[in-house]
């Protein structure tokens, strides 16, 4: 993006950086300041992305004041539910709908569409001893798509 993107728009830090490479698979390096740089900031439908990220990923209950955030797909993964590629798909499944509340609460009429959910699907799930890769496409309001792959480690 160009600064002229940011201009009179709300912005966060950006928590998953390499996103910006581009062609193919990329492992995003999970950090707010790097050797490299000293922070960078997002906007768009990949601030989208990383706040839907945020939420998967963040087990319900685990934020003290905020009792009601996240879901219940890492406690699953972590209890050891995660056998097959449907119960990952399954537990995917039953979080959206917390993972979309939590998300759809905190967005207001005037952020732009392309920041605001309206759907996410779980496009594949690969299992592997002790780790689980799911490839999520993200839609915005504004019908941009962002496809995202979380690695996960897994208890079994």
Do not use: W
Request: proline share 3%; aromatic share 6%; glycine share 8%.
């Amino acid at each position: 993006m160009a600064i002229v993107d940011y201009i009179g728009r709300t912005y966060d830090l950006l928590s998953y950086q390499g996103g910006d490479v581009a062609g193919g698979e990329v492992l995003l390096n999970q950090a707010l300041v790097t050797p490299e740089n000293s922070g960078q900031i997002t906007t768009g439908i990949q601030k989208l992305a990383q706040r839907f990220l945020l939420e998967l990923l963040t087990e319900r209950g685990s934020l003290t004041y905020l009792p009601d955030r996240g879901c219940d797909f890492m406690s699953s993964a972590r209890l050891g539910n995660f056998l097959t590629p449907l119960d990952v798909l399954a537990s995917f499944s039953a979080s959206l709908v917390d993972i979309r509340n939590n998300l759809e609460i905190e967005e207001s009429e005037s952020d732009p569409d392309d920041e605001r959910f309206l759907d996410a699907t779980a496009d594949s799930v690969t299992l592997n001893t002790g780790s689980a890769t799911l490839h999520i496409s993200i839609t915005s309001r504004a019908g941009d798509t962002r496809v995202v792959i979380a690695p996960l480690n897994i208890t079994i």
